[in-house]
């Protein structure tokens, strides 16, 4: 998409590199995720890692990742950051924000934005208060903008990612059960106005039921529906 080069690893996860080639994971969750094929699961080099929040097929894999790719940047919120150094990973190395906020990473604008849904850490065997979870809009140093949703059910505020950032490209989870599905994407994508939406975070296991067929049918052509496979370059 517009000089970005995107990859759908699976679930909620992708690997973007901008046009000034720069590196970028959103949710770190590879080794464990049954959908991602298994000639990907070896990341090249990481510049930046983004996590919408602390469930275990979000964050899954952080802390070795983390490990594997010591130069890479974590992008998280605050309470998720204080886990993440706790479990090992260098202060230097994640960068805890909040809603509403902008980092600059390198000619990239990273803004947190709200999700509607929750954020517990699984950490053996208990949950740890993960903050808040999030989505991020993210612009790139060439003007494309994308939307990646997160978890999350829709919200009417949604609206306001639209009017504030115009995201051309929005990833929306489709599968249900845990996130929105196909009927209230489709509400999303009224709000989000996006041109092009990625269906994800469906089929990965079998209660996530939503299809982006399903979204597509319901978005009646009013926007441009992807439902890419694991391992699909967008
Ligand atoms: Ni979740
Ligand atoms: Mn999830």
Known sequence: MRDTEITY???????????????????????????????????????????????????????????????????????????????????????????????????????????????????????????DPCGYVVAFENGFTLYHAGDTNVFSDMALIHELYRPEAAFLPIGGHYTMGPREAAKACEFLQAPTVIAMHHHTFPILTGSPEELERLAAGRWRILGPRPGDRL
Not at 94 to 112: A, C, E
């Open 9 to 131: 690893l699976g679930h909620a996860t992708f690997t973007i590199q901008s046009s000034a080639g720069k590196r970028i994971l959103i949710d770190p969750w590879v080794q464990g995720n049954p959908a991602v094929p298994e000639h990907l699961k070896r990341l090249a080099p990481l510049d930046y890692v983004l996590i919408t929040h602390g469930h275990y097929d979000h964050i899954g894999d952080a802390v070795e990742i983390a490990a594997a790719h010591p130069r890479a940047v974590f992008v998280c919120n605050f309470e998720t950051s204080v886990w993440l150094n706790a479990k090992g990973v260098p202060e230097s190395s994640v960068i805890g924000m909040n809603k509403g906020g902008t980092v600059d990473l390198d000619g990239i604008k990273v803004t947190m934005v709200h999700a509607d849904h929750s954020c517990g850490i699984l950490d053996e065997g208990k949950i740890v208060y993960g903050g």
